[in-house]
């Protein structure tokens, strides 16, 4: 028997995320104009779910998971945090857009076209997160915390 996996509408997910959690805020709604030139000047075509996150919400707060966004603000914009990287490291992959900063190493948190989502860390392969936006948020960010907790025993070796 195979098993269907059942796609989580991601504007669901992040109400439910907003209803249940004391620490959530949002942005607010990014116009469609300004999601097409930030594709552009990425020359990346983001994931539905991204651009529909970002339609509605601009970037997300939640819980201490600050996911980037279409918005002005540096320190949570998928554009600059994708140059960025993109100026820092000549591995970071082209198909790639940033969707969090993991805090350490640089490394940070991608997503592609497909939706995939992955782990970025210059001089490594990328390291498969979750199949979708909504997979990423639903599992909490245990991904990036599990990686985080590795680091940091790898520094005390």
């Given at each position: 028997m195979s098993f269907i996996k059942m796609e989580q509408n991601i504007i669901e997910v992040i109400n439910s995320l907003a209803d249940e959690s004391e620490d959530f805020f949002s942005k607010g709604g990014v116009e469609s104009s300004k999601i097409a030139k930030a594709e552009e000047s990425l020359g990346v075509n983001f994931s539905k779910d991204f651009w529909e996150y970002t339609h509605d919400f601009g970037y997300i707060e939640v819980d201490g998971m600050e996911l980037c966004?279409?918005?002005?603000?540096?320190?949570?914009?998928?554009?600059?945090?994708?140059?960025?990287?993109?100026?820092?490291?000549?591995?970071?992959?082209?198909?790639?857009?940033?969707?969090?900063?993991?805090?350490?190493?640089?490394?940070?948190?991608?997503?592609?076209?497909?939706?995939?989502?992955?782990?970025?860390?210059?001089?490594?392969?990328?390291?498969?997160?979750?199949?979708?936006?909504?997979?990423?948020?639903?599992?909490?960010?245990?991904?990036?915390?599990?990686?985080?907790?590795?680091?940091?025993?790898?520094?005390?070796?």
């Open positions: 966004g279409v918005v002005d603000s540096r320190h949570v914009s998928t554009v600059i945090r994708t140059q960025n990287m993109r100026e820092l490291f000549s591995d970071f992959p082209m198909d790639c857009y940033v969707i969090e900063s993991v805090g350490i190493d640089n490394a940070v948190m991608v997503q592609k076209s497909d939706g995939k989502i992955y782990q970025f860390l210059h001089g490594h392969d990328l390291l498969f997160a979750a199949d979708s936006l909504s997979e990423y948020l639903l599992n909490g960010g245990d991904f990036r915390k599990e990686r985080v907790e590795y680091w940091k025993a790898r520094s005390n070796d």
